[in-house]
């Protein structure tokens, strides 16, 4: 069975994917600003560490 | 966040994560070497908090000479990824401007990818470093301004979220002048339009 793909609408998944993606950077880097340098960098090390 | 902003730099303490490790123990070295360098790309966005892992850390040096890199090569306690010893390193990478690959013995990520400057670009990123002091260690990195133009350049997904960070994290100390004219040299007014929107 063929698959049929609508280009333009996945397209349209990926741009509000990336968007999305901006928008929780900067929500991400407003939490940062207002956290300790203690608080983020344990979260971060966390995840970097992995 | 906690940072002390210097004349040409910043000062601040963190929890040391492994990339944050891996940075100070080879910047010191080439600090102890008095060599001219800069850290660039990914992870100066790590480095103020960004939250993604990364395979390497660039550095841009400015080029030595044979005996200086030989006296470089053994101070390093590390594994080169591409080249057995100092004279293939030195003569079939650096001065073909091909990067060399440093990690940990046994390891390969992550990795220090360590190059001579190649172009106006690199030596801008030499001039305008600044200084970093972390927990009490020193290195150097490039602009905020020229670290955001240049991932705006580059254009990936990830490199526009690392460009996005850390215009969030500096926006009320950034010289806009400055970014806007990496911007206009670099060609790329109509991508900087549209990431400065998609930022909204």
Known sequence: MEIELDVKELEGFKEKNFKDRLAFIKKYAEWVKKSTNKEWSSQQKKIINK | ?200
């Open chain 2, 1 to 200: 966040m906690e940072i002390e902003y210097l004349e040409n730099g910043f000062k601040f303490e963190k929890e040391l994560n492994q990339l944050d490790e891996f940075t100070i123990e080879f910047c010191s070295i080439l600090n102890e070497l008095k060599l001219n360098y800069v850290v660039v790309s990914g992870y100066i966005a790590i480095l103020f908090g960004r939250n993604r892992a990364s395979e390497d850390i660039d550095i841009i040096v400015e080029k030595m000479d044979f005996k200086k890199f030989e006296e470089l090569w053994k101070k390093l306690d590390l594994d080169c990824l591409n080249a057995d010893n100092s004279e293939d390193a030195y003569k079939e990478y650096l001065v073909n401007n091909e990067s060399l690959r440093f990690s940990k013995h046994g390891e390969f990520i992550p990795n220090i990818e360590f190059k001579f400057v190649k172009n106006n670009w690199d030596l801008e990123a030499l001039n305008e470093k600044k200084i970093v002091i972390l927990n009490e260690n020193i290195f150097y990195i490039s602009s905020t301004e020229l670290n955001i133009a240049f991932k705006i350049y580059l254009g990936s997904d990830k490199d526009l979220e690392d460009a996005s960070y850390v215009y969030e994290i500096f926006k009320d100390r950034l010289n806009m002048f400055k970014l806007e004219g990496y911007i206009k040299k670099l060609g790329i007014m109509e991508e900087y339009k549209k990431w400065k929107l998609n930022l909204m």
